[in-house]
């Protein structure tokens, strides 16, 4: 049965009881490390991945059978201020892309064995102007987030949460703003490709939105509300939904970090199942990746969104597993030395 939420209580809750890592399956994938065919610390940091999958996972010999993709899509109404090179209805256009399997992002999925699922969340009703009021009401709010969290398939054995939305890349760049400070244009990167001008409205729209919504700092889940989308609510959902069943992600560019980081300014640890796929173009990602303490595994100068740095990340994580899980020990092997 779907899961519904009454409350922002509710969601808060979720963030009171996070299970941990399993610590014996850490020590155990530790221990088998040390055993494998191979010098100590030769595969780098494929071996500290295979051990934190590993933990999570509770099984420290765990394997990538099941990894899933979901696309979130939302439109902004921020939007109609001029902060993208693009109109609100590519989105609508994008989406009816992934579903048609035409998308960067699907070719990806397809090539590394990944479910794929989308899911659009009210596109013909835009979020409202954040520098106006707020971006959503509670019930916008929690109707998003319930989206998210209702579409993690349980058996999953991995998650990337991906977003498609005309404007998000503002609504990422006020959130870092007003989580972390700084000057607006610090946090405020082209996005789509908007020309200087372009820049310098986008930057002035994320300091009013920050400025009009001042009062919600200290309190990250409304900062997320008051300045975020709802593809940015629906990934957080995805994300916590991912912890409650120990479900390791890859979180992708600076949309999904910066949506991610609400959660982890809410409670310290909420993103301890969650590695960095890789950094983006944008200016404010990597800043964001470092207030998180986030390592990407990759930095390819990508900036397209839709899940897909963290969907090419996949295959790091799996390269990892497979040479942890797979390879033979020194005994196994009948090599001296181990």
């Not at 944008?282 to 990407?296: D, I, N, R, V």
Request: net charge negative; with cysteine.
């Amino acid at each position: 049965m779907a899961q519904t939420f009454q409350t922002l209580a509710d969601v808060i809750a979720l963030l009171d009881g996070m299970p941990a890592p399993d610590g014996a399956a850490l020590t155990a994938a530790q221990t088998r490390d040390r055993l494998l065919t191979k010098p100590p610390g030769a595969l780098g940091r494929l071996e500290q991945i295979a051990s934190w999958y590993c933990s999570w996972r509770g099984d420290g010999r765990a394997r990538i059978t099941a990894p899933q993709i979901i696309v979130f899509a939302g439109n902004h109404g921020v939007a109609a201020q001029g902060v993208s090179a693009f109109p609100p209805e590519v989105t609508v256009q994008m989406v009816a892309n992934f579903r048609s399997g035409g998308a960067a992002v699907n070719q990806l999925a397809r090539q590394f064995g990944a479910r794929m699922d989308v899911h659009a969340l009210d596109l013909d009703r835009p979020t409202w102007d954040f520098t106006q009021m707020s971006a959503m009401d509670p019930p916008d709010f929690l109707a998003a987030f319930a989206v998210g969290w209702n579409a993690v398939d349980p058996a999953a054995d991995l998650l990337v949460a991906g977003e498609m939305g005309i404007g998000n890349t503002t609504s990422a760049s006020a959130i870092a703003h007003a989580l972390w400070g700084g000057q607006a244009q610090d946090w405020t990167g082209r996005g789509t490709g908007v020309d200087t001008r372009g820049l310098e409205i986008k930057a002035r729209v994320v300091a009013a939105g920050v400025r009009r919504h001042a009062d919600s700092s200290g309190q990250p889940l409304e900062i997320l509300r008051c300045l975020g989308g709802r593809e940015l609510v629906a990934m957080t959902g995805a994300i916590l939904r991912a912890r409650h069943l120990s479900v390791p992600v890859i979180l992708d560019g600076f949309i999904c970090t910066a949506a991610a980081a609400c959660l982890e300014a809410a409670r310290t640890g909420a993103l301890d199942h969650c590695i960095a796929g890789h950094v983006s173009a944008e200016p404010g990602h990597e800043m964001a990746l470092a207030k998180l303490g986030k390592e990407p595994l990759l930095s390819l100068g990508m900036r397209l969104g839709e899940g897909s740095g963290a969907a090419l990340a996949l295959s790091i994580v799996q390269g990892a597993l497979a040479c942890h899980s797979g390879m033979a020990t020194f005994a196994e092997a009948n090599i001296a030395g181990g």
